[in-house]
């Protein structure tokens, strides 16, 4: 079996360490973590990670800023991306999956379940 690579981009420390830790120890996922989407950009496109979990609202450059950048590259943009979000307004949600992301998951999320969330989303048997 493939294991597969998850790239977690978020600015909060917190967030990255606790995915990181269940994604890795529930999941047997290898993760990497990016703090910024400018980071989480090249980092995907060297990496080339099996999916992206991506944080709507960053400083500098946010999630959907992020997301663009990584549909304008050929190198990143099939790379599936599951958008981490607080913004719960049923107009957001949609302005999101508009986008053309593989799905969204709302912050908090319960960490010990986001392996199974994201194996849900992709169709990856767990």
């Known amino acids: ?5 998850i790239l ?3 600015d909060e420390y917190d967030i990255r360490a606790v995915a990181e830790l269940c994604l890795k120890a529930v999941g047997c996922w290898q993760v990497s973590t990016a703090a910024s989407g400018s980071e989480g950009v ?12 991506l944080d709507v609202m960053m400083p500098d450059m946010d999630g959907i800023a992020t ?9 990143t943009k ?20 508009e986008l053309g992301v593989r799905a ?6 319960k960490a010990m379940k986001l392996p199974a969330q994201i194996a849900a989303v ?3 048997e767990t």
Request: glycine share 0%.
């Open 104 to 109: 969204i998951i709302t912050k908090p999320f």
């Open 42 to 53: 090249a980092k995907a496109a060297s990496e080339q990670p099996d999916v992206i979990l």
């Open 78 to 97: 099939t790379i599936p991306v599951i958008l981490l979000t607080a913004k719960t307004q049923a107009a957001e949600q949609r302005r999101f999956a």
């Open 122 to 124: 992709l169709d990856w």
């Open 67 to 75: 997301f663009q950048a990584l549909q304008a590259n050929l190198a």
């Open 1 to 5: 079996m493939t294991t597969r690579r």
């Open 8 to 10: 977690i981009i978020d």
